[in-house]
């Protein structure tokens, strides 16, 4: 079945570095989508990727969506305590006409100030 | 507009008993899909309702089973529980068209078991 791997699995750095995590999926996607959890709270909507190759920026996120539709990766520049959080990457894929989010395990970011 | 809704927000079972969590889709929303998040975990998909019928199911045992009402809600029923499904299960809405598949979660019902 589709499986959505996601590294690293946990990695912290100082304020103010940058922040790279990675997600490959086994199946071609028609759509990824990146969430962000809270300590404590529950998967908030951060963006979704649709066409491949595409990259999308909200301030100081950047994420891709690799040409063939299998990978992506967000891009956090200049990393604030407000980052805190798992970052989980979700491909999306379709099976008889209706959707299926797969989650990867997540990316936890820790950022000391 | 009220977003999803789920009940309870914490319980705690002993091994062998049945449970059944509650949920309320966001304003609008038609399709609702349950998710299990052990700690340290993703999101596992269990299946997802649409028109009152599980349309996808991902790899549980039948021991999770699911209904939609014709509001939209939905419950999850787990039986015969396990110690190892202790976990936060997670109510997510969406709208099945489009290709717009954003998810909205629930705050989530903790589920410990004994």
């Not at chain 1, 100082?14 to 969430?35: K, R, V």
């Not at chain 1, 891709?64 to 990978?71: I, P």
Request: glycine share 12%.
């Amino acid at each position: 079945g589709q499986q959505v791997m996601q590294i690293p699995q946990y990695q912290h750095v100082q304020e103010g570095e940058d922040f790279t995590t990675y997600c490959n999926s086994s199946t071609t996607l028609s759509n990824i989508q990146w969430y962000k959890q809270r300590p404590g709270g529950h998967p908030v909507f951060l963006i979704q990727l649709v066409k491949s190759g595409e990259v999308k920026k909200q301030k100081r996120l950047t994420f891709q969506f690799g040409e063939a539709k299998k990978n992506s990766s967000l891009h956090i520049t200049a990393t604030q305590t407000t980052d805190v959080g798992t970052y989980f990457c979700a491909g999306q894929g379709w099976s008889g006409g209706y959707n299926k989010l797969i989650f990867g395990a997540g990316t936890r970011l820790a950022v000391h100030p | 507009d009220a977003g999803v809704t789920q009940s309870p927000t914490h319980l705690i079972k002993t091994r062998g008993q049945q449970v059944t969590l509650r949920c309320s889709p966001k304003s609008g929303h038609d399709t609702v899909s349950w998710y299990q998040q052990a700690l340290g975990q993703g999101p596992q998909f269990i299946f997802q309702y649409y028109e009152e019928e599980e349309r996808q199911r991902g790899n549980f045992p039948d021991r999770f089973s699911g209904h939609q009402f014709p509001n939209y809600s939905s419950e999850l029923n787990v039986n015969a529980l396990l110690l190892g499904d202790s976990a936060l299960y997670l109510c997510a809405s969406s709208l099945r068209s489009g290709v717009a598949g954003e998810l909205f979660f629930g705050e989530g019902s903790r589920l410990t078991v004994l």
